[in-house]
Structure formats: structure tokens, C-alpha cells
């Protein structure tokens, strides 16, 4: 779905987070996938998590700019794991602020990378209150990078589908899958990934879980003659703009 | 997304609609987009509206079976029209009433026509009860046709997708747009199949704005430089389970 | 609203509720406005309460028709206090059950007494199955009523408005206030209706104490310098269909 | 619903929009229906709609202050043709930010015209976030002008109801109409208010075809005989706050 | 919350579940709990889950009486791990159709049980109807239960509170977890109830993942620094109805 | 729920508010029964209400200052009757605004007083902003209190369940009573908590009918026999996070 009067290249995918770690557990998959096929993904990290996310380097007495430097090492790997570039913001987690500067920046990656899909944290949580953040400048950047009055270098972009990944507790931030991606080809490139944020190794086995289970539901929604593998991973996604389709499928 | 062990065979869409009327209306696009790729349509009409959807026949002083005649021959034409194939189960309407009876006949049709795709009403409308109770039914005996318990001939079926087509009034129905299907292409045919249907002459030009409106919000999701046509005509679609993907787009 | 070709008469109410006190407690300021206005009004009263509304009765030891014949007279008296005319169902409650049938009696109703407003229970209640069944049969009936197709004696029937009445536990029911009637000037005669029903004494001061919350809830919404009467008393209605206006206001 | 103590005059009505077009699109019914009345209309442009609504001025190479100036000369003919004032803040669209400031300002401007009716954007749209920040100031300017202790200048005002004019996706923005303005008698000037916007011309037939639309669903809440003019034209509205009434109609 | 006139006795706790193994996957936990104290559980099972939960059974070419035969000697042995007594309804599943007569069956186990809590599916599971059916007829039936003038043996019962236990899709089910259950100290009796349903292998290690996830987030709902066990356990609950408390916490 | 690290102590409750009233009329049994069992509670009371809660102290000609002191005064004496301390921001109200510095001073206050129970408004309230504003700002704190990296005096604090109190038109704001509290032990130290806002008389009995019939619905949704007062006082509360239980009751 590139636009029709933009260079020819491969499509381009920018993931938006707030924290460093996230698109590790929550899209490693639907990144690992897209660079597999050739195409260009870019990791907009608002912060490191250096507050909010990282307790076990705090309990060890670790500095704040010690914090910031083992997080970007991490997500430096994993993001090059999956295939992918990451650019950090480093604008401050626990609260992540919703600013017109930062909002800004963000118009900026937009017209910069031409993406040809957006993924992002829904726009609930009551557990944590960077990642809606993160995820209503994600989306206003969008419609203002859409506006060739919004002032800026770059070209302004078309309008993107935008995928919402699954936060760490859907039910309680009204998160329902609407779409489940099958990931199990790229299933061991995302746990290599995971193995990447060392500080969080009792995550790697429940986001396994995680996979294991939505593949079961995805399985379960395909029919159980699919010819599916036995075991397969899934990532869940929701979208709140409406999917334009050529067939019904 | 056919069953891995089924006959070889072209897919298979199959539509459940209350009226004789309502697959032209609401879903003539889509069965005739996938009849133009030779694939098959049959379509499942629970009633002829004959007391519901005929007004102008009975102020006109028509009988019941000359009613039902009339709407019979329209709707053939019109599936024929499109490229289908239409069963009429002669349920009556007005009401329409939700039995085990019918859904074990619809039972029998999916596991007869063993779908790709499933397309029904949405499950509510304030304003016709007919609507809702051929979606429950149709939903049920979707679930019911899977079980290899469940007794009758034929094949159990697979876990097709499902879409609910577009009420008359969609805000007051909780309808809201989650695919935007792309017509253009076959908007003559569809319009022809509209005009099969002689006595509800005033909804052809109501049903053709309606695409344009769909069109022009299509083009709004799909970016300003998408190469669409000048005059792109669309039909909205819900999806009461998740979408199974391979790539997020 | 009157239809434009319907004999030219005073303004028509029909209320329709599962249980002989129900159109007292939570209409009986509308009723008594409409009667005090020379309108008509007609309620359909499809129980007595025999079973689930008359634990008094029970544990005193009457019969069923004992029963049955106290709330009739009961009802009788306050619809006379309203101004209102009651027709009895007695269709049997604790469980009120949807039928073909019922709702034919209700369909007849419709064009007998040819509504210009309708009033009803909401559709939900997790304390009481006969409210919901009796909302679900009065919105049918009022869409059938309209189609000249649909058998029996009468007129075709326009299309009404519906005001659902406040119910036992609104929010536990989804109940919001979408109009607050004022029913100051009659109030006096909804509490004379009140106090027709002898055998539930203890509701007389709990449906006033809420007559004066919606009031106060009435002024709070309307303005502090509205003019209002010291003590303003109110009933709550939802809209389940959209207002037709000339003005906004 | 004036005021007890108010000067007796006409009906004020204040209209809050965020760009310099929106009050013609989808209020200007409403507010030729006021007019036609001898009634006063208020309209709170708070931008010119210059970034985020003037791509074609953009794109034929002009200046910010050029677009600004020919906005606003559009919206007072528009206005003007409609018979209201209306009244500019050039606060910066695209993004059009919640601050105090422009809440204090609008809070003066309700102190300022008093007014019996209030019209502005619903709370949700994602297409377009500075239609939600005009709603968020409209609805929190209208509490605090409300209040003896909020200082400024002007007499404090009663509680007006609020009207929720329709976006451009309604069921996108959780636009649902609850109220349907028969806006027939005064289409004629709608449509000529809207041909002063010069620079969208598509949108003319586009929301010619809405009001059809919108007429139709009137006359479907309305009942088929109610002496209505073949083709009546309305606009949908919301109401965020319940409605005072004296009698259910 | 026993009655205070009822004979003191040990609570009571009714399980009302469709199919033959829904209380082991669910509810096992909140059972073997309730067994532990000393409590009485009593399971009404509907239907033995003949023909929609026993697909292996089928495929192995067994017939119907011999599936419920299986079926039945699975659940008494997974009831009896857990302490708690089962009665089967044999009521035909694929599909459970609702029935006065199963309702009524129903009030009299609940007037013959005198439960202080109750548990049940969700009203919702559009995977599987036979849930909501069951789950709408324990509502009804408990509502029914307590009417004195409702006939049959038995005394009426209070008003005992409601949880519904998750279904297989959480999310496309409108369930949200309300009450986190720690039943790690039953744990080893849960996964014994499990291994008593041969044919559902598969179901064992799916259900145990489940409890160690809602466990987590018990952790995480409940502070880090509880004291609770290192491997948390839980189910989770919703609640149809509000808790009565004498303390917040 | 005390932390298991914690010094053993009383039981902690934060109450959060925006005006000097809030606790009394929403929360004061709460508070009564908690300080009753020899706990601790605190009220951080965001504003006096000084300027929108005021309106009789302002139409005396009153100054800004000597409304904050009555107020204060006011709030002092009935947090006394209650039992409990309160802490005074002076953050300045109508409108309270959303800002990192007062949300850093709760953090502060959540460390200081470790609370095992917290208090606030629901997060809708479309007729006073300063109660969203509020439990914004209580909701986001309690998440940055719990972060080891969060900068500031004090130890970190668990995650204590949180209950937000009834707002003045529940069904407006999406309140649903979740747990209703009996308060019937306490109800004359509520009343006199309330006498102490003398000026705000005219609510004293509006709370007091609102207490009697919450205590009404308390007792239909535990049933007829608990052995309950005649007179059940009671208040209503929602959860926003799950329930951690050890028992289902």
C-alpha cells in the first residue's frame, strides 16, 4: 500500500514504544516477519524504562545514565536481532509527558521513514500510563505528519494502517484481538531477541506462553484443518482504523 | 484458507440473509467481486419479505403467493445478476422466528457448500427483527457444523471467517466500518443487480450513494496518493472474529 | 404526531409492562400529565405480579386467583387515579414468556389504539426476566404493527416514539437518564396512585424520595435560575430511537 | 429556557468549532433554523483551520497569513448567509492545544451571550484531534462559566443543553444520532453558506447527499404518513447531558 | 451469608455448567477451595458435552450413550478428586436450548441446595452457545427461586452472589477478570481433577498455563511485596452483581 | 494487605480528593468504619472548593481567603468526627489542572502513608472536571509510588486496591455500584461529619436518602433473610482493578 507517486522501495514499517523493552515482547514477531521478507522496519523508543522498567538494576544500586546505558545496549541487540534499526528519544519514563515537541519529533520519523504500517500500545492502561502516552502521540503524529500545512522538512505521508499490540493485561485495558498474526516461522528469531534484555529473564518464558496460547486461538479461529503446524506462535493486534480490502477473507 | 484435506475446488462464499432483497443491498459487491474470480456464491434466503419488505405490493392488493412469486423471481435475477446462486427456505417473516429447526437446515447448507467466507446481518437492529434472528441462527449453525458430534450429512466444516454487512441505520445498530471492501471494479454489475429489484425502484439511488460515501471514506483510510479511482464505490463490512494473517496490512 | 390521515383525535399513550404496579412507580407522572392534557392513555398489562411481585399475599397465605384478583383491582384504582384506561393480559409471570402469540395480542394493541407515544421497560434487568421480555415484546409488536403485511385486524400503525421507564436498579441495568420529565403539577396524583397499592406500603416513600432525586437532578441540568418550583419532581426515560425535532432545545 | 433573571430577549445560541468550515458542514441547519427565528447565533471559530484544512491553498503555494485571510473571509459570508455572528481566536490549528487560557476566553464568551443553546464537536474523532480539543473547552468553559467564584466579567449562566454536531466518520467517533433536525425549510441557505467555501467544492454534494441521508432516517423514526415533504432534509445530533422536558413527544 | 433463619450448616456453593468438563478447566479451583474448608459443592451439570465436546470420541468411532457414558465417569471421578458432589441434567448439548422446563428443574436444585454462592459461565462465548444458554437459565432460575409464589418443594432461597468463570476467549467473550482466586494451595488437587478427563489431554498443560498467568497477575494486582507464594496459582472470576461488604479491602 | 516487609502497623487508607467536601458526602462511612476499627486514615484534599463549590459563600460577598479558611475550617472538623487527618494542597480549583508537580507531591504522600486501601473520584464526571482532574492524578501517582526508580524520600509502596466513591449523578458517569458498603454502624458519625459543612445544608438530607437507599439495594442483592437491619445504611464504590481473594463470597 506505498504511495503511488513515492520512490519505489521496500514498504516500511515504524514500530513507536515507550519503553525499550517493548517492542521486543509485544511486536518482536510482526518485526521479525517484515524484515524476513526484505522490508525496512524502524523502532521510534520514546525512553529506555529507566524508571519504571528497570527495578532489578535499581535494587543493585545502579546510577540513572548506568540504567540508560545497559537498556539502549539492549535494545541496540535485540532491535538488530529481528532485523530492525531503533532510534532513541530518551525522553524521560515514569511519566512519559505528552508534549507538542515530542509530538513533533515524531511528525518528523513519520515523513522521514514513508511508513507503510504503524505499530504502537493501544491507548488504555491503567497499569501503566507511559505506554498511552506513547500511543496518542503515536497517533496524533500521524494525522499531523498527513497535513501538508503542518510545517516541517519531509514529505507528508498517506494514512497508514495502525496495528495496536497487546499490553501486559488485555482484559483490563480493553484490549480484544482483531487480528492474530502467525509468527512460528520467525518464533525462534523473537526468542533470541527476548534473551537480548537480560535484566528480564523471568519474562522469556511468559511471553513463550503468551505465543503458544494465541496461536491456540488462532488455530481455533482458522478451523482445525488448516494444515497449520502443531505448534503454532501468534501475536494478537488490534486495529482502531477499519482494514481496506480488495476480497473478503 | 481452505481445509487442507477438502476436494480441490474453487472457494466457496456463503451468504445467510433474512430477505429476498438484502444480499443485493448489502452485499452484492462482495458476491460479485468473488464470482468475477470464478469463485462460488450461494446464498441462503430465510424469507421472501413478504410481509415485512413488500409494502407496495400489498397497497397494490397483491395476494401472499403471488407476493412471495414476485420476490422469488426478482431475487433470482439478481443472483444471477451477480454471478450466484440463491436457496430460499420459505421460513416466513414478520417475525422471523429463531427455531432448531431451520438452524439444523442451515446446518446442512454449510456443511453442503463447505465455505470460505460467511456473510450474515449484524446481530442487532432496532428496527427489523428479522435481521438479528438470521444472524443467530446463522452463527450457531456455524458452530453447530463444525462439530463432528453434531448429526446430519455432509463434511464438518472449518472455522470460515464471518462479516456482517451494513444495516439500514448503522449507528443505531452498533455498526461500525472494520472493513472497507473495495467495489469499483464491479460497480456496474451490482447496480444492475439493484435494478432486478422493480419494486423498491427508490433505494437504487440511496444504496448508490451510500457506495460512494463508503468509497470516500475508504479513500480517507487509505491515504490521499493511494492511485485509487476518481470515484472509488465501497461496501463496509464487521468482523465478529479475529482475522487470521500472515502480515499485518 | 399524529398521522397525517389517521382521524383527527386527541393524542394516544400506550404503556406496556410486565406487572399490574409497574406503570404506577415508574410512569405514573407521565401518565397523569397526558390524561391531564385530554390525551388518551392505554396500558397493556401483560401480569397481575401474581408470582414474583405479591410476596405479601403469599406469605398471608391467598390464593393464586386471590391474588390475582387483588392486583387487578389495585391496578384498576390507580390507572383511574391517572386518568388512564388498563387492559389485562394475565399472560402468567415469574417467568413471563416471549411468544408468537403474546406478542400478536400486543400487535393488535398497536393499531387498536394507534400510539403517538409508547412507553415500556428497558431491555435489560439482571433482577427481573419478566422486564426485559416485556420490552422485548412491545418493540417487536410496534415493528410489525407497521407493516401493512402483516395480518389482523386495524391500521397500519406510524412509528411511534419509545421512552423505556427507570427501573428497579438503573445503573445495574444500563439505565441513563436521557429525559427527565417534570412532574411537579401532577405529583400529587401519581402519590394518590401510589397509595392504591396497599400491599407494598414501603415503596410509597422510596419512589418518592426519587421523584425528588430526579428533580434535583432536573434543576441541576436545566440551570440554577430556570424558575423552577422549590421542589421539583421528576421521572427518567431512555430513548432507545432518535428524537424528531423542528428545533434544538 | 431563558434565564428567570436574564433581560427579556431572543434565544442565544453558541456554536464552538475548531476550524473555520465546521460549523457550515454540519451545523448550519441548525443554526439557519435559529436565525429564520429572529433567534441570536454565536460562532467561536478557535482557528482558521489554516494547517490542518486548507491542503488546497497549500498546494497553489500560499502563505500562512494568506490562507488565514482567506478562511476567514469564506466563514463571514458563510455565517453571514446563515444570519449569525461569528467570532475568531486564531489559537492554532493542526494541533489546536488544550490550554487555560483559551478555556478562560471561551469562558467569557458564554458569559458574554448567554446562550440557551450550546452545538459543538463530539468528544472522540480519530481522524482529526483538534475537534475533541474544542469539545473538551466547550464542555469545561460551559461549567465554569457556570460558577459565582470562577472570576471574570459578565453575569454567570444557567446550565444550556448541549448539541453534539455530526464528524465526518460518525461511527468511527461513537456518533450516534439521538437527535434528527428536520432542516428542510432552510436548506436552500445551507447550501448557499456552504458555496462561499470555495475551496472545497467536493464537499458540497458530499454533504448535500448527508442531509438527503440523514432526512431519510428522520422519516423512518417518524412513521411514513407524517405529512413530511417528499424530500426532507435534517442534521444528526447528540446529547451529552439528558434533556428537560414537560411532556414526552 | 448464610440465611439467618435457615438450619446452621456448612455453606453451599452450586456450580450450574453446560458440558461435563467446564467445572474441572473453570471452576476447580473455587471447588476443591470450598471442599478444603468443608464446605458442600454441588455441580448441576446440563449436558454430558456429548456432541460438541468429545470430538476425540467421535473420531474413534464411538456412539452416543457409550460418549456419555465415558463422559460421566470422567466428571464424577474429577468431582470426587475435588471434593464435591455432581448431578447430571442430561439435557442435550449442540445446542443446550433454553426450556421452561430445564429452568424449573434448575430452581429446584437451587431451593433443594441453598447455595451461598453460585458460580456459572458468562452470558457470552460466541464460540460456543451452549455456555450462554446454561448460563441464562441459572440466572433465571435463581431469580425465580426466591419468589415465595413461585410453586414447587423447597424452601425459597436469599439472594446469593454470582461469579462467572472465564471462558476459553477471554476477550471475545466481554469477560474482564473482577476477582483473582489464590488457589495455589489447591493446586495438586486441581491438576489431579484435570487428569481425571483422559480425552482432553491436551486441555492439561493449556489450563495449568492459565492458572500460572492469572497467578502473575494476582502478584502484580496485589503489590510485589505480599508475602505470596513464588509460584502464584489463580482463577478468575467476574461478578454480575455488586459485593456486599462490610470492610473495603 | 499490609506489605510483608512493612514495620506491623495499622491498617492504612488514602483518601484522595479535589474539594474540602468530597470525603464527607461520598466517603465519610468508609472513613468512620476504618478509624472505628483502629485504623489510620488520611484525606488529601487537592483544593477547598473554593471556587466551584462555594456558590453560597461567594453570593455573601465573600473573599477569596476567608472562603478557603471556612472551608478548611469546615473540612477539619468533620475529617475529626470521621476520625481521620487531613492534608490540605491548596493546588487551587475550578479548574484543577493536571500538572507532574502535584501529581509528585501524591507520590509523596503514598510513600509517606503506605497506604493498604486508597479512596478517590471515578475518572468521568461530565459535570465537574476537578473530579476526573483528581483521580487522574490519584491513579497515576499510586503507579510512580510503586517504581523503585522513581526519585523521592520514602519507601515504595505495594499495589493497593483502589475504590472510587459515588459522584453526584451516577448513571452521567458511568458509575456502577461494585461493592456497597454497609455503613449502618457508623451512619451517626457520618450525619454529624456532614452537620459540619453547615454551608451546604441542603445536601444533609440528600446524602441521607442516598445512604438509605443504597442500603435498600444491599439488602435485595443479599437477600431477604441476612439479618439485616431494618434501616441499612449503606455506600456505594466501583473497582477499577481486580479483587484479589481467598475466598469466593
Redesign the interface.
Known sequence: ?T????PAGPRS?LVITAHAGDFVWRAGG?IA??AS?GEKVTIACLTFG???E??KA??EGRKLDE?KAIRRDEAERAAATLGAEVRFFDAGD??L?VT?EL?DRLVEVYRDTQP??V?THPVED????DHPAASRMA??AR??A??????GPGEI?????V?FFEP?????SG????????ITEVWDTKRKAMECLAAQQHLWD?YT??A??RG???K????????LAHRTMAE??M???????????
Chains 1, 2, 3, 4, 5, 6 share one sequence.
Open positions: 500500500m504511495q503511488a507517486n513515492a514499517t510482526a516477519l517484515a521478507r529507566e524508571r519504571g528497570s527495578a535499581w535494587r540504567i515514569y511519566p509527558l507538542p509530538t507503510d504500517v505499530l491503567p497499569y501503566n500510563g497517533l496524533e494525522v499531523l498527513q497535513a501538508i500545512g503542518y510545517p505521508i498517506g494514512a497508514p494502517p496495528f501486559h493485561q488485555p482484559e483490563m484490549f480484544k484481538p482483531e487480528v492474530l498474526l502467525d511468559y506462553d503468551l503458544v496460547r491456540v486461538q488462532l481455533r479461529n482458522a478451523g482445525p484443518n488448516l494444515g494478537a493486534y486495529r482502531p482504523y477499519p482494514q481496506i480490502a480488495k476480497e473478503l477473507a
